[in-house]
């Protein structure tokens, strides 16, 4: 289904948008790693999977939105899987860590949620790439936030950044200052 729905998606968001991939280039091959991005409403989601097609993302995604069982099905069909982001267990990480070793790309929202405002972004995709011993791509989205602006044929575009790599594990501290450094990068990239 992830296929199917993405070459679908692809075409869509060709034929409606200018839709342009910058410095794909620096994507790491041959490895898993976490693709973090801003997070501005449900297309930037379907432009980054998009973006890396027909390269599956595993995204995590709020817990709330598997509640229904017909959605829950479609988003794990989607390579979608659930997370409580009020309370975090152990499972939390360690599903994504897994998937990360298999050589697998994982799509954290830094952020936790959809917002326009630049919110301080959380430590769990730092932890989790810490963890797996695997880079951070930080990715801006600019373009249509919903199908309205959709509709509107509104420029799409998805900037890749200098992956961040890992060579020790770190300290919580080490952890916070690596945060900041992919809030800082994720801003410099939307400036592009």
């Known amino acids: 289904m992830y296929q199917l729905l993405g070459w679908l998606a692809k ?57 229904r069982k017909w959605i829950r099905k479609f988003l794990f069909a989607l390579n979608a899987f659930p997370v409580n982001r009020e309370n975090p267990s152990p499972k939390t990480i360690k599903l994504p860590v897994k998937l990360l070793k298999e050589g697998k790309i994982v799509g954290i929202f830094p952020s936790g949620t959809r917002t326009e405002e630049d919110l301080p972004f959380k430590r769990g995709a730092v932890t989790i790439a810490n963890l797996a011993n695997v880079p951070i791509v930080p990715a801006a989205y600019k373009g249509p936030k919903n199908l309205k602006e959709l509709w509107k044929r509104k420029k799409i575009k998805i900037i890749f950044g200098e992956p961040i790599y890992f060579h020790k594990k770190m300290t919580k501290e080490e952890l916070i200052e690596k945060t900041n450094e992919l809030s800082l990068r994720i801003q410099q990239l939307e400036k592009i």
């Open 11 to 67: 075409m869509l968001l060709t034929k409606l948008g200018n839709f342009s991939i910058t410095h794909k280039h620096v994507l790491p091959e041959n490895q898993g790693y976490i693709l973090t991005c801003s997070h501005k409403g449900w297309v930037d989601v379907v432009a980054l999977s998009v973006a890396l097609w027909p390269i599956p993302i595993h995204f995590m995604a709020k817990k709330e939105l598997f509640q």
